[in-house]
Antibody, heavy 119, light 107 residues
């Protein structure tokens, strides 16, 4: 079945970096884009950025420009999201989601990865 | 940037109809998607392109969009519909934007 499986929870210190993976299966990886969405504890959903699995083109949310990098490895059907210079307000559950190209909706989601930033 | 406004909470009795709104400037000109998120789970797409349902989503879920307001309607509400609901739009100038979310409580 179509699914996205993310890497496990992370605990990082302020100023460090984190890299979360998202492995796709059950569909042709390069036919869809991947978006990343985060959710701080008790808060709503925040779109972080998008990457084309076809050609690697990216588009990042303005507030994260310069701190976030999204990449893909087509040989393993895996997408990655790296966030640098972590702060306490980066503590959140990070989701990857498949972008359904026609409607530009997020039709398949990963299970989420908790990233905790604490000294 | 484009802003989507949702009521923080909506309450409804079982068997009744719940309506969750999503306000935005001229949102009727955009395609609106809706997601359901239950506690501790990832969001699930329940309506896309204003009013279409992905396979597996009950017909009780429907949507509309006109003017400055999009609406998710859940008919014959069940206890299992209790969740947070988020609207979302995509626009070439703003990329993807989510509303703040609405907590649906089934009384």
């Amino acid at each position: 079945q179509v699914q996205l499986v993310q890497s496990g929870a992370e605990v990082k210190k302020p100023g460090a970096s984190v890299k979360v993976s998202c492995k796709a299966s059950g569909y042709t990886f390069t036919s869809y884009g991947i978006s990343w969405v985060r959710q701080a504890p008790g808060q709503g959903l925040e779109w972080m950025g998008w990457i084309s699995a076809y050609n690697g083109n990216t588009n990042y949310a303005q507030k994260l420009q310069g701190r976030v990098t999204m990449t893909t490895d087509t040989s393993t059907s895996t997408a990655y999201m790296e966030l640098r210079s972590l702060r306490s307000d980066d503590t959140a559950v990070y989701y990857c989601a498949r972008v359904w190209g026609g409607p530009n909706a997020f039709d398949i989601w990963g299970q989420g990865t908790m990233v905790t930033v604490s000294s | 940037s484009y802003v989507l406004t949702q009521p923080p909470s909506v309450s409804v009795a079982p068997g009744q109809t719940a309506r969750i709104t999503c306000g935005g400037n001229n949102i009727g000109s955009k395609s609106v998607h809706w997601y359901q998120q239950k506690p501790g789970q990832a969001p699930v797409l329940v309506v896309y392109d204003d009013s279409d349902r992905p396979s597996g989503i009950p017909e009780r879920f429907s949507g509309s969009n006109s003017g400055n307001t999009a609406t998710l309607t859940i008919s014959r509400v069940e206890a299992g519909d209790e969740a947070d609901y988020y609207c979302q739009v995509w626009d070439s100038s703003t990329d993807w934007v989510f509303g703040g979310g609405t907590k649906l409580t089934v009384l």
